[in-house]
Structures are given as structure tokens and as C-alpha cells.
């Protein structure tokens, strides 16, 4: 028989594969990522944009997060609470980031509430794996997007952003685990189910 997937080694196995990348190709790779975003309309027409700022081995949202503001975009990033909730702030700049709490850069503004991700017209999440058939996302362990995403709406498009060979069969799934729609790649963009 075999073994279930556990999600602690499954991390472990993507991380290292991650870490492997070169420099180089992630930068492509991302570059790829927020052309393929970019070029959907329901990405040029949301107003009100949930994303996050990319840290280490991710693909980078950098680019993404600027693009989408200078073209009128309001854009929200989270602000990690205290007890690992997500809280938002509008990101007004490059200049208007400072490092958080885990030394990853969030917005300076004024804090909006952990229920401002509910008006988003589109979301994008980090994950380390999508199941491809159930949209299930592996993410770093803590619960804060998990959280964030119970308040998102069902008809708000859910990206995840991936590497390639990141979207997967049989994603461990647990009942707090709340699905993506879409996975964003260098390849393209796949929706979920």
C-alpha cells in the first residue's frame, strides 16, 4: 500500500527544488508568470487587487504588485497580525514597504481590517504546490492565507502562484484548507476544475 503524502516532507521536497532554480530562470520565470496575468481581462479589469510581496525562493510578485498599481489598480498586501491572521494595507509605491514581523516587506499604511480582502476582485496567493484537480494549495504551514481566503467570495478568482512542476496530483488536503481556482505559471495560466 502506499504511503499518504505527508505535507511536512512535501514542503521539504519543494523548497529544496526551489532552492535548485537559478537565479536567471526564476527571474524569467516571473517575468512569464505577470505577462500571463497581465494579459487576462479579468486581471486588467480588477479594481481592487489582494496580492502579496514575494519573499526568497517564490516567484516574484514584484513586478506584478507595480505593473497592476501603475495601470489603476488599487492593490492591498498583507500585514501579518500577531496571532498570524492577515490583516491589509494599500501599497502606494515601492517606496511605501518596510519590512514586517517575519522581515517581509508589507505596506506602511493604515491598516484596513482583516475583512478588507473581502472586497477584492481578484486574489493572489503564494503557495508551494496546487493539487491540479481539487485546487488544493500547499502552503508554508501557519494557516494565514487559509484564514484570509475563508472570507474571500466564490465567484473572486483565486491565483496561485507557481513554478512549473508545482501543480500537482494529491496535495494533502485538511478541512481548514480552502482551494485555489487558478494557478499561474511560467507556461501559462490553468484553471482549477
Not at 512535501?10 to 530562470?25: D, F, H, K, V, W
Not at 479579468?42 to 516574484?60: F, I, R, T
Not at 514597504?97 to 486574489?123: C, K, N, Q, S, W
Request: aromatic letters at 4%; one cysteine or more; hydrophobic letters at 40%.
Amino acid at each position: 500500500m502506499e504511503r499518504p503524502v505527508d505535507k511536512l516532507e512535501l514542503r521539504r521536497e519543494i523548497r529544496s527544488a526551489r532552492r535548485a532554480i537559478p537565479e536567471s530562470e526564476r527571474r524569467a520565470a516571473s517575468t512569464a508568470i505577470r505577462e500571463n496575468l497581465l494579459d487576462r481581462p479579468w486581471v486588467q479589469m480588477a479594481g481592487l487587487v489582494a496580492c502579496y510581496w514575494s519573499a526568497e525562493d517564490e516567484p516574484s510578485t514584484h513586478g506584478l504588485v507595480f505593473a497592476l498599481w501603475k495601470h489603476g489598480a488599487t492593490v492591498i498586501l498583507p500585514v501579518l497580525r500577531p496571532d498570524d491572521d492577515l490583516d491589509w494595507a494599500v501599497y502606494d509605491g515601492p517606496d511605501t514597504l518596510a519590512p514586517g514581523r517575519l522581515g517581509i516587506m508589507e505596506p506602511i499604511d493604515t491598516r484596513r481590517g482583516v475583512d478588507t480582502i473581502r472586497t477584492a476582485a481578484l486574489v493572489v496567493v503564494p503557495a508551494l504546490a496546487v493539487d491540479r484537480t481539487t485546487g488544493v494549495r500547499l502552503g508554508r504551514g501557519g494557516g494565514s492565507y487559509d484564514r484570509a481566503l475563508a472570507r474571500v467570495g466564490p465567484n473572486v478568482p483565486v491565483v496561485a502562484l507557481l513554478h512549473e512542476g508545482e501543480l500537482i496530483d494529491g496535495v494533502p488536503a485538511e478541512p481548514h484548507d480552502r482551494p485555489v481556482g487558478f494557478a499561474a505559471l511560467p507556461s501559462g495560466i490553468v484553471r482549477i476544475g
